[in-house]
């Protein structure tokens, strides 16, 4: 079992910027592929971002791509999501995702994969 724990949400302006933070625990983070997803109001989840377990490979959505970057310290059990140039349409509830993958296949880390464990959501609102 992984339990993910994000922090770092909160009221932005559009152009600002904001991290948020994953905490990870319950297996070695190190054998973890990790991902971002974010659902806003309405909508259904969409990927946002992931990592490999090494984190030598990472994948974006067209949508984010140059303004979030994700990364990840295994000495902290941590991933984060850079978001730079904040737009409104970002506002969602951002989760953090992972499961036990080692490797850098795309079908199993890119925007298609399926991830096993969530944490419970943080609200990242942008004002316009």
């Known amino acids: 079992q992984v339990q993910l724990e994000e922090s770092g949400g909160g009221l932005v302006q559009a152009g600002d910027s904001l991290r948020v933070s994953c905490l990870a625990s319950g297996r070695a983070f190190s054998t973890l592929a990790m991902g971002w997803f974010r659902q806003a109001p309405g909508k259904e989840r969409e990927f946002v971002a992931s990592i490999s377990a090494s984190g030598l490979i990472t994948y974006y959505a067209?949508?984010?791509?140059?303004?979030?970057?994700?990364?990840?310290?295994?000495?902290k059990n941590t991933v984060y999501i850079q978001m730079?140039?904040?737009?409104?349409?970002?506002t969602a509830v951002y989760y953090c995702a992972s499961k036990?993958?080692?490797?850098?296949?795309?079908?199993?880390?890119?925007?298609?994969?399926d991830y096993f464990y969530w944490g419970q959501g943080t609200q990242v609102t942008v004002s316009s």
């Open 84 to 90: 730079n140039s904040l737009k409104p349409e970002d």
């Open 62 to 75: 067209d949508s984010v791509r140059g303004r979030f970057t994700i990364s990840r310290d295994n000495a």
């Open 100 to 113: 036990e993958y080692s490797g850098n296949h795309h079908l199993l880390l890119g925007p298609r994969a």
